[in-house]
Each structure stands twice: as structure tokens, then as C-alpha cells.
């Protein structure tokens, strides 16, 4: 977890002014729509990066804008038949990066269907797959 | 890694995954909620007796294990067999597919692996807005360039994604050009422009906006030229700006969209077939009544609002707090702020009188009467002053003057010879007499009078056989206010009050006299039009500076009254009064009133006794005489027997009432007469002073029911002017006022009261906030009071008292009447925090709004069963795009059911469109209402062949023939 905030720290120079009251309100948000929990894990790296926009991937954030990709907002524009056990944290042009928390898993869900691409039980590959940072 | 399924070419197109998010936040508006509440079993009453033993056979665990399968195959399908290593995990996908779509088949949806139609962003887009009947506030990125020179940018939204300058740039670029040529609204076509004609024109929802929509193109200045390039999202844009109600906002509504109004539809034609399937599934009554209620008048099921009279609820929930519920109120009445509490009641304009309130006032009621009385008296004693300054001679005045100028005409004539014009005033003063009559000539009538005024005196003295009455009647043809010292005084603080307005209007050596020797009478008809300009003002400086007590209010009032009786004469005002002294006095009244016409007829009387002496009785007088005679037969027989006259003879002439036939008779009875002259004149008198005690009878009845009249006030001012003492006594009594504060303390008692009432009880209990507020603290008073409203409260008997302290209670323990509430199971258990919230005291009543949209367990929404211009079924004709939003395609779902039939939704990119590659359909496609896998849960009803959508099929037909030329596949 540390690497990957180390490396993304060094590529995007932006600081997360969020708070917890703000991930309160997002965590209650979610119990509410039957959502599944945000990780702790995901806390953790919101409190670095509340939310990114890097390399046509955006990994969603806490936002009061309207116009921006907040977790709330594209959760619920996500229609998802397993949607109770999932959380939408992310994407790139054509997989979500969601959490399960049925399986406790970081899971990389095609678009068009909703078919399970990779799994990760850490948070990190899991960035590194939706970011695409390998891949650079 | 599981093998990537997509083929390469829709990762080609990525916009198309990233639009389908931003317009993703449409999709949610389809999300329709319900409740789950409880209901019993028993409540089944409408299921049909088949349906309810089949039912019985379905138990709750065996349908939870119907959806409890399903999911878990849909895990398995998407998640993999977690039962297996992670690598084998996904190898059996295909199985797991298969396993699902033959489990949904038994449940009546089958899966479909077809190329569909392929849709353009631009064609989802109208039918979305078609679908939901709003429209979203257009992202400016969507919108072409030649619209953007039209339209003012919308307030500064910060976009993530627009964080590069060169980005800033190019929005700087299309700032609104000048243009502002208003073109004529007949240069507008909307069939020249390809996008509305094709593709709205479709929508018969469209189709209507037009002309509206026109005028705000008309007002953006927009060139009839541009318009026909316009995109859909302009279009959209456009739409957005004519319906939006504030700058603000971010949607609009346009119109009733196909959601709405099918739900409509199925709710209004199956409402008990939905009413026995929501009991069916535990729903509680209450929610199901306002789903229906709703569903059927706005067409939505979500935002359900349960507004709700929770009395009951709240009576149980204090009385089983009872000791905790009367201690409060024991406390709170106890409380150092109860008084700040009270006095913040009293001045609020929505106070309500409590059950304490009422039982002070009985307490208090001859206090609080007298309180009222002496605010009614202050009123009536200051309005006795100014009348003083805006004197009158009465109506009935006028007409003994009238009646005086007529009798000495020539004099009046002669005096009049001053004035030029004479004979047209003296017409104008006959002719307007006894009725308002111009000031100027009643002064002319004045001066003429005074030259006169021993005339004028001795003639209303034989008119109304009054001195006082003729000193009235005098002083009122040149009135002069009339004060005593108290109103005077009064007077003078407020004009010196008032200096500065009142050396506006009247002389500054006016004001210095009164500075220095307080106002005397010399000014009082200089500053009269003052006074007069500014009586609000002097009632309001009276009663707030009036030192005077009760009775010595009482007795002032008595002087200025009789004051008033003296010098104005009686007015309609003092009808009520004045009625009451004559008929409490109806003994008095008759005696006076034949008195007052004994001076009259005593006249008449010696009249008539000199006719009869030197004319002999006539047939006129016969019958008055024969009368005098009978009643004195005796003496008459005796006086006769003397001119040797028959006792018989005489008794048979007086029944035969023929006594001016038999001369001889006629002349003793002329003698008898003449020898008793004073007592046959005295008869006469009485005579006719019987017909007047008939007469007043029937006055005083009419005083009683009838209006008065100019006589009658006239006849009230000389009875009163006569009995003036007997008068001032009745004004002490003052029954009148009396009876009217009796009504006001009555109607307050009895809840019936007006506002002004309510105002008298605040200044009141204002006036007496300490007592008020020591006699709901005393023991002997506060104990039985509480313990009464927690009685009441126990017997569900709600005053306006108990009323009072169950809201505050309730409030006070919002929490744990929400805990109450919830272990009631009157609300769904994971209400608990947005309950909380949404209690809203609202008045006399408190009312539970649920309109969180989340909490509860069932969910309707609404979906299209079949995709665009899906071909599959031979059934489902659609003619063009627009088809896909008529009720025929629509089905409402339940929320699990409606995620199950998106669970293998694939779709892929043609070109700039995207289509459905797989789908799951229903089986049955006029199922309208999927509630469970069983059929019973299942509404079908056939639309295809509903008049509604035949009437919407040819129109679409015609359309497309005519404008869009579409063809069929």
C-alpha cells in the first residue's frame, strides 16, 4: 500500500483535504442504498487521494460538486444485480474496480457485462490494474 | 485471470461506456419504492379462497429460497465457485450460465442471445426524457458551437475533468454572441430541422412542447437558419431553459413521461388486484393506501409521503409514562421560564387557549369581566368625548324646526329678505328638511332662530311639553363642545404630547394658552378639525394613560353620557341602551307617555265639551256621550226622574244607543252633561288617553323587535330628558354591557371565541401574567389540573390543554417516542434515524413523513420488457423508436426481480451505436406487474389491444408515414 502511495504521490501532486465526518456520511450513504462498506484499506488511500483522474482512469472520491465522480453518485448509476455486496471504487475505459465484501475481494468487473476479470485480495494490484501503472 | 470476453472493438470506443455513465444518473429516477411493513396473515381478505390455499402451501422460507437460489447461481455466475481454487475458478462460467438461465425459465424470463437494434446515444437520449418526464440540465461539453453562441453559460461548475488551460480556452471561446435580432415567431419551422422532425416529432410528448418551446428559441434570438442545425442535446438545452423554474436548477420537468402514466394506468385499472398482492407480501394497509393513492394520482410509488393524525399513538405513549408525563407538566408549569413561556404564548398570534387558561378564567370571572367591561366603558367613554367635537343636530331636531319655520313662514320669509337668492334657499331649506341639510344654510336657520328664540322656545315647549327638550333643541342648532375638566385634561397632555403635530394644524398662540392654562372652552371648536384628524391616535394616548378606577370610570362615564343626552341628542349608538332603560321601565314609560299627551288632549277635551255644550249631542258624539251616561246610569235615572222620565224608558234608549232621536231625552242628557261639565271634560281626557295606553303598547312592542325610527329616538331623547336620574341609574346597571361581557367570558368558556375575544383574554392575562402564573403553580390547583389532563389523555379525550402538553412531551422525548413507535412495528425497524428526522410538529398535530426513498424493503420500478426495435417477437410491433415507451413494452418489477432481468444484459458498440447482444425477457410478453416467480404474483393484461394504445399506434403510424418516412424492418 505504501509503494503504490509513494509512486502515485510522485505522478499526481494533489493532497486530500477529507475528512472523517466526511467518511462517515458516506459510509452511512451506503448502508442506506444496501451498498456494500467501503474497505478500510480504501479509507486509508482516500485520506491521500480523495479521489484521482489519471490516464482516462478515475478512482472515485468524496465530493460535494455535482459534477464530479463521486462514490455516492456513481454507485447509484451502477445497476448491478449483485449490487448488495458490492461497492464501485473506480474505472478505466472498460472494467470497474469494485469491492466485494460478500467475498472480502478487490474485484475487476467488465463493463459491458458484469463479468469478474481478476480478483485481488489487496488494494494495491488492484490500483495498479485500474490505473494501469504497469503498463507504462 | 478469467479470459476477456469482449471482442476489441468496443474497447475502439470508450466514450461510449463513459457517456453511459453520465447518462447512468438518469437510470436511478426509475427506481419506484415501497414499504415493507406487517400485516398479519388474517388480512387476506381479498385473495380469491384457490389462490389463499395455494398460498398456504408456499411457505415464507420456501420463497426466500426461490430468490436466495437465484442469487447464489448469479454469484456463482459472476463471482466463480468460491468453493474451488482460485484458478479453477472461472472454468465452468458457461455451466454456471447455463444453470442460471434454466433456473429463470422456470420463473418465466428466458434469455436471449441476439443482435438487436442498435441505438444511438442521441435516440436513448429523447427516450429517456420521453420515459421520465424530466430532462437534466444539458453538461455544456455535450452542446454544439453554434448553439453556445446563443446561450449564456450556465453559474461556474467545477469539472475534474476540465482541469487543462487549453480546455478553459476553448469554453472561453464560446461566450453568447451580441446577437440580438429577434426574429418573427412565423420564421421558426421545426420541420426543417432534421433532429426535431425525425426524432422528437416521434414523441407525442414532444410534439405538444413545441410552440412553447419556440418562444424561448424566439427570445435567445436564435436565426430560423441555425435552428435547423441544432443537435438533440441543444434541443435538450432549450427545453431545459423553457421548463426549469429557477436559474439553478438542474432538472425541469417537462411532462407526464411514460413511466409516470403507465403506472398510472396499471394502478387505476388493477388497483385490487395490486391492493391483495402488496397485503399478500406484509405491506402495511397504511402504506399500501397511500402507494395507491399516489401511484394513482401522480403516477410515481416512490417519495411516499404517510401523513398521519398519530394522536393515538401519542395518548398511549404518555399514559403509559403516566407518572413521568404528569411530573413533566408539574415541572414544566414550575419552571423558572414558564413565565417567559407564557408571556411568549400569550403574544403569539397562535395562541391557543389551554385548559388552564379556562380554569383561571372561571376563577377569575368577575375580575376578567370586569376587566372587559372597563375596556368596553374605556372605549365608550372616549368615543362619548370626541363625539362632543363632530356634533350633529339630530334628524328629529330638524323636523320640529321644519315644523316651527313652517308655522311662522312669513316671519321667516321677511328674514330672509337679507340674503340674496332668497326664495332659492328657502325652497332648498323645505325641500331638505328634516334630512342632512348643508351646514351653511342650517347656520342661516340658526341665526333665524336666535333672532326668535322665545318663539322657537314656546313652540317646542307646546310640541314636546319639555323645557328641556326646547333647551336641547336650541343649544343643538349651534353646537358647541361641551367638556368636563377629566377630558379636558386629557386632552391637553395629548396635545402637549403632540406639539409638534398639533402647531401644524392649529395657531402656536393657541398652543402657548394651553401650555399655560391647559385647555380651556374658548378653543375647544378651534381645535375640533385637530381632534378630529387625530381620534385613533387620542384613543390609544386614553387607554394606555386612563388613571382612572373602574368606578370612577363608571361614574365618568355616567356624566358624559347624560352630558352627551343633553347636548347631542340620542344616536343609533345608544339605540341599544336607550331601548333597554324603556323597556325596563315599561310602567314608567306608559305613565310619562300618557302625561306627555294629557297637556295635548286636555285641550281637545274642553274642545269638544263646548261643541257638545252649545251644539247639543249630534250623531258624532253620540256614542262618547251614551258611554259617560251608562257609567253613570244611577245619577243619570235619578237627574231624569225629575223631568219625569222612566227608569225603563232610559235604560232601553242607551241599549238601543238612539239618543239624539228622542228630543226630550236628548235634552235632559245634554243638561245632565252640562250640570257635570268638569266631569264629562275629565272623561273626554281620559278617553283619549286610553287610545294612547293602546298605542303605547304597541310601540313598546315595536321597540322591542323593530328598527328605530327618527320618531322613536326623537320619543326616547324626551322620555330620557324627563327621567335623566332614573336614566344615570341605569347607565351604573348597564346591562347592555353586561350582557355583553357575559357573551364574550361565555363564548371564550365554550371554545366558540372570536378573534377580538381572543385579544381581550391575552391583554387580560397579560395585564395578570403573576396571578395567571401563581394559580397554575398552586398545589391545589396544579395537582387535580395535571392529574385531569393525564385522565384525559388515558381516555383519549384530546382538549386543547392536553393537546398542548402531548406535543411538548412527544417533542421533548422525540427519541423514545421513535423507539415507541418502531417496537410497535408501526414503521419499518430501520426507520429508527430517519424517523427521528422526519417527525415534524406541524400545529395541533404531528405528522410522520417517510419519504427516504431507501428503508423500505420492496421496491417497484418500472422496466421495458423488450429492447428497441427488438424484432423477437412477432407480437411486438414497433413501429419506431418512440414505441419502446408505450405501455405495451412496460412492466413493473419488483426491485429484485427487475435486477435479476438486467443480470445478463451484454451489449456491444456498431459504429457510434451501441446494441444488446443478450438480454433476459419474460416469457409472456402482456405480464405488467412482476412480483414473484409465482404466477399468482403476476398481472398480465393485454395492451396491444387497450383503445389508448390503438388510439397511439395509428397516430405513430400516420406520423411516421408522414414526417419521418421510417420504414419497417
Known amino acids: 500500500m505504501t509503494n503504490i502511495i509513494h509512486k502515485l504521490q510522485n505522478i499526481i501532486k494533489t493532497t486530500s483535504t477529507i475528512t472523517s465526518t466526511n467518511i462517515i456520511f458516506m459510509q452511512q450513504f451506503l448502508k442506506q442504498h444496501n451498498y456494500a462498506l467501503l474497505p478500510d484499506e480504501f479509507v486509508e488511500f482516500l485520506h491521500y487521494f480523495n479521489g484521482i483522474s489519471y490516464n482516462g482512469s478515475v478512482i472515485y472520491g468524496i465530493y460535494t460538486n455535482e459534477n464530479l465522480q463521486d462514490i455516492s453518485n456513481t454507485n447509484t448509476s451502477i445497476i448491478h444485480p449483485l449490487h448488495k455486496d458490492l461497492v464501485f471504487l473506480g474505472h478505466n475505459d472498460f472494467d470497474y474496480l469494485a469491492y466485494n465484501q460478500k467475498h472480502q475481494i478487490y474485484q475487476i468487473i467488465d463493463k459491458a457485462d458484469f463479468e469478474v476479470l481478476e480478483e485481488y485480495q489487496d488494494l494495491s494490484p488492484a490500483l495498479q490494474h485500474i490505473l494501469k501503472i504497469d503498463y507504462e | ?969
Open chain 2, 1 to 969: 485471470m478469467a479470459s476477456r470476453k469482449l471482442n476489441k472493438s468496443i474497447k475502439q470506443h470508450p466514450e461510449l461506456f463513459s457517456d453511459e455513465k453520465k447518462t447512468a444518473s438518469e437510470k436511478i429516477l426509475d427506481e419506484l419504492e415501497a414499504a415493507k411493513a406487517l400485516t398479519s396473515i388474517s388480512d387476506f381478505t381479498e385473495i380469491p379462497k384457490a389462490l389463499e390455499e395455494h398460498l398456504e402451501e408456499i411457505s415464507p422460507e420456501e420463497k426466500l429460497t426461490v430468490q436466495q437460489q437465484i442469487d447464489e447461481l448469479l454469484d456463482r455466475y459472476y463471482n466463480g465457485d468460491r468453493n474451488v481454487d482460485k484458478s479453477k475458478r472461472y472454468v465452468h462460467r458457461e455451466e454456471y450460465k447455463r444453470d442460471l438461465i434454466r433456473t429463470l425459465k422456470q420463473y418465466g424470463i428466458k434469455y436471449i442471445e441476439k443482435h438487436h437494434y442498435p441505438l444511438s446515444m442521441d435516440e436513448k437520449h429523447v427516450i429517456r426524457m420521453d420515459f421520465y418526464g424530466t430532462i437534466n440540465r444539458p453538461h455544456p461539453t455535450r452542446l454544439s458551437r453554434l448553439y453556445k453562441n446563443y446561450c449564456r453559460p450556465y453559474p461556474a461548475a467545477v469539472n475534474m475533468e476540465r482541469t487543462n488551460k487549453k480546455t478553459k480556452q476553448a469554453d472561453d471561446e464560446t461566450s453568447p454572441v451580441n446577437n440580438n435580432i429577434t426574429y418573427p415567431f412565423k420564421s421558426y419551422d421545426l420541420s426543417t430541422s432534421p433532429v426535431w422532425n425525425n426524432l422528437f416529432r416521434l414523441f407525442p410528448r414532444f410534439q405538444k412542447l413545441e410552440n412553447t418551446m419556440l418562444k424561448t428559441v424566439q427570445s435567445m434570438h436564435i436565426s430560423p437558419d441555425d435552428l435547423k442545425k441544432l443537435t438533440v442535446y441543444d434541443f435538450s438545452d432549450i427545453l431545459f431553459r423553457t421548463y426549469r423554474k429557477n436559474e439553478d436548477d438542474l432538472d425541469a420537468h417537462l411532462f407526464l413521461g411514460a413511466r409516470q402514466a403507465f403506472v398510472k394506468d396499471v394502478f387505476k385499472k388493477h388497483e385490487n388486484w395490486i391492493r391483495a398482492y402488496l397485503q399478500r407480501q406484509n405491506i402495511h394497509p397504511r402504506y399500501i393506501d397511500e402507494l395507491i393513492k399516489t401511484a394513482q394520482s401522480k403516477g410515481i410509488t416512490g417519495n411516499i409521503t404517510i401523513s398521519s393524525d398519530i394522536n393515538a399513538y401519542m395518548c398511549q405513549f404518555a399514559s403509559e409514562r403516566s407518572v413521568e408525563f404528569q411530573k413533566y407538566i408539574t415541572e414544566s408549569i414550575r419552571s423558572d421560564n414558564y413565565a417567559e413561556e407564557i408571556r411568549a404564548q400569550i403574544q403569539n398570534d397562535s395562541y391557543i387557549i389551554q385548559g388552564p387558561t379556562l380554569h383561571f378564567l372561571q376563577e377569575n370571572q368577575t375580575s376578567f369581566e370586569k376587566f372587559i367591561k372597563q375596556d368596553l366603558m374605556e372605549d365608550k367613554y372616549i368615543n362619548t368625548i370626541l363625539s362632543q367635537f363632530e356634533r350633529q343636530t339630530p334628524p328629529y331636531v330638524l323636523k320640529d324646526v321644519k315644523e316651527f319655520l313652517k308655522n311662522n313662514r312669513v316671519l321667516f320669509h321677511d328674514f330672509l329678505q337679507n340674503h340674496t337668492h332668497a326664495d332659492k334657499i328657502e325652497n332648498y331649506i323645505f325641500k331638505k328638511l328634516p334630512d342632512k341639510i348643508n351646514p351653511k344654510y342650517l347656520h342661516i336657520i340658526n341665526d333665524f332662530i336666535n333672532d326668535h328664540q322665545n318663539e322657537f322656545f314656546i313652540a317646542m315647549l307646546e310640541n314636546s311639553r319639555s323645557s328641556e327638550y326646547a333647551n336641547f333643541a336650541l343649544n343643538t342648532l349651534s353646537p358647541t363642545p361641551i367638556l368636563n375638566d377629566y377630558a379636558k385634561d386629557m386632552l391637553t397632555s395629548f396635545i402637549l404630547n403632540d406639539e409638534k403635530n398639533f402647531s401644524r394644524t392649529i395657531s402656536p398662540e393657541i398652543l402657548e394658552d394651553i401650555k399655560e392654562n391647559g385647555l380651556s372652552d374658548d378653543f375647544l371648536t378651534d381645535i375640533s378639525p385637530y381632534i378630529q384628524k387625530n381620534k385613533n391616535n387620542i384613543k390609544l394616548f386614553f387607554k394606555a394613560n386612563n388613571a382612572f378606577t373602574f368606578d370612577e370610570l363608571q361614574n365618568e362615564l355616567i356624566e358624559s353620557t347624560t352630558l352627551g343626552i343633553q347636548t347631542n341628542g340620542v344616536t343609533e349608538e345608544d339605540d341599544k341602551i336607550n331601548k333597554h332603560f324603556i323597556l325596563s321601565n315599561t310602567e314608567l314609560f306608559k305613565n310619562w307617555y300618557s302625561r306627555f299627551h294629557t297637556e295635548k288632549y286636555k285641550n281637545k277635551a274642553t274642545f269638544d265639551y263646548n261643541q257638545i255644550a252649545t251644539k247639543g249631542i249630534s250623531g258624532k258624539n253620540e256614542e262618547l256621550c251614551i258611554t259617560f251616561l251608562k257609567e253613570r246610569l244611577n245619577n243619570f235615572i235619578e237627574f231624569s226622574a225629575q223631568h219625569n222620565v222612566s227608569a225603563t224608558q232610559i235604560v232601553m234608549a242607551l241599549k238601543q244607543k238612539k239618543i239624539h232621536h228622542n228630543q226630550e231625552l236628548s235634552e235632559i242628557a245634554h243638561n245632565f252633561i252640562i250640570a257635570y261639565g268638569s266631569t264629562f271634560k275629565n272623561f273626554l281626557l281620559q278617553q283619549q288617553l286610553q287610545q294612547k295606553e293602546k298605542e303605547v303598547e304597541i310601540k313598546l312592542q315595536s321597540l322591542k323587535t323593530t328598527r328605530t325610527t327618527i320618531q322613536d329616538r326623537s320619543l326616547m331623547h324626551k322620555f330620557i330628558l324627563d327621567n335623566q336620574s332614573l336614566y344615570m341609574q341605569c347607565l351604573g346597571q348597564n346591562k347592555p354591557l353586561n350582557n355583553q361581557t357575559q357573551q364574550i367570558y361565555s363564548r371564550l368558556i365554550h371554545n366558540k371565541s372570536t378573534s377580538e375575544d381572543k385579544e381581550l383574554l391575552k391583554a387580560y392575562l397579560s395585564n395578570n401574567i403573576y396571578n395567571y402564573l401563581l394559580f397554575q403553580q398552586d398545589d391545589a390547583q396544579l395537582q387535580p389540573h395535571v392529574k385531569m389532563i393525564a385522565d384525559n389523555v388515558k381516555k383519549r379525550q384530546i382538549d386543547p390543554t392536553a393537546n398542548h402538553w402531548l406535543k411538548v412531551f412527544t417533542q421533548e422525548h422525540a427519541e423514545e417516542f421513535s423507539e415507541f413507535l418502531n417496537k410497535r412495528n408501526i414503521f419499518p425497524k430501520d426507520q429508527e434515524n430517519e424517523l427521528l428526522a422526519n417527525i415534524n410538529f406541524n400545529g395541533n398535530k404531528i405528522i410522520c413523513k417517510f419519504n427516504d426513498g431507501y428503508s423500505f424493503d420492496i421496491r417497484l420500478t418500472v422496466h421495458h420488457k423488450h429492447a428497441i426495435k427488438d424484432t423477437g417477437d412477432k407480437k411486438m410491433s414497433m413501429e419506431n423508436i418512440a414505441a419502446i415507451n408505450n405501455f405495451e413494452n412496460l412492466c413493473i418489477f419488483t426491485d429484485f426481480w427487475h435486477k435479476i432481468m438486467h443480470s445478463m444484459d451484454c451489449m456491444e458498440p456498431v459504429e457510434d451505436k451501441e446494441r444488446y447482444v443478450s438480454r433476459l425477457m419474460l416469457e409472456d410478453s402482456n405480464t405488467i406487474f412482476y412480483g414473484g416467480e409465482t404466477p399468482e404474483d403476476q398481472l398480465k393484461y393485454d395492451y396491444l389491444n387497450d383503445p389508448r394504445s390503438l388510439r397511439n399506434e395509428n397516430r405513430l403510424k400516420m406520423l411516421v408515414a408522414e414526417r419521418y418516412g421510417y420504414q419497417n424492418d
